[in-house]
């Protein structure tokens, strides 16, 4: 189980992430008393998509903040020499990350069997800062990126009914990169997860790692 009355540190790679996996979940965690960051570690640059600046994936990530009321803050990534985002689990990075890991209770981020690279990284990155500073460690469960997961377990099915319509309205957001298909995917796979809890009922799906309480 997870008490949603904690602080919760969720590290994402980008703007988005957080709206896929959990967004109903921030939203309830925020309603029953507790607090979420969101560590954003790959910081809108240049992309591979015409229709993608980091202007527009900035203005895009206010939106849904301003409609979860979490924080959000960018980690800012150093660079390949064509401006495209670089990010690398290195020691500098996890001691600068460790001096920041205060008042958490638990710990989110990506699954290692994920099969994005910056996805990959940031697992990592969660993974060593749990071993310190949290009480849990959790990893979500990625529509859409989640094909190839070979040993997830759904130990935490966190139910959002009450919430579904906000995930769609954030994930609305980004418009430069959801389509309506996308969305309905991810909100289905909702839906899906949900109805281990009760019929019609929808749930973000989480791997609990390890819990020291």
């Not at 896929?20 to 939203?27: L, P, S």
């Not at 527009?56 to 985002?85: A, D, F, W």
Request: net charge negative; hydrophobic share 30%.
């Amino acid at each position: 189980m997870i008490d949603l009355k904690k602080n919760f540190l969720i590290i994402t790679a980008h703007p988005d992430d957080l709206e896929i996996t959990c967004a109903g979940t921030v939203k309830k965690i925020l309603a029953e008393g507790g607090t979420v960051t969101n560590w954003i570690m790959v910081k809108p640059v240049v992309d591979v998509r015409p229709n993608r600046s980091e202007k527009k994936v900035l203005s895009e990530l206010l939106k849904s903040n301003n409609i979860l009321g979490h924080t959000s803050e960018i980690y800012t990534t150093e660079c390949h020499s064509n401006g495209r985002p670089n990010l690398q689990l290195t020691s500098n990075l996890i001691t600068e990350l460790e001096s920041k890991c205060k008042n958490f209770d638990t710990i989110i981020s990506h699954w290692h069997e994920d099969y994005h690279q910056d996805h990959k990284t940031c697992y990592s990155i969660a993974e060593i800062l749990a071993r310190k500073n949290f009480k849990q460690f959790l990893c979500f469960d990625q529509p859409l990126y989640n094909r190839f997961y070979k040993t997830f377990t759904k130990n935490i099915y966190v139910d959002i009914s009450p919430y579904i319509d906000i995930k769609k309205d954030c994930l609305k957001c980004y418009d430069s990169y959801f389509t309506d298909s996308d969305i309905n995917d991810i909100i289905n796979y909702n839906l899906y997860n949900g109805s281990f809890l009760q019929s019609e009922n929808f749930a973000e799906t989480f791997n609990l790692i390890y819990s020291k309480q």
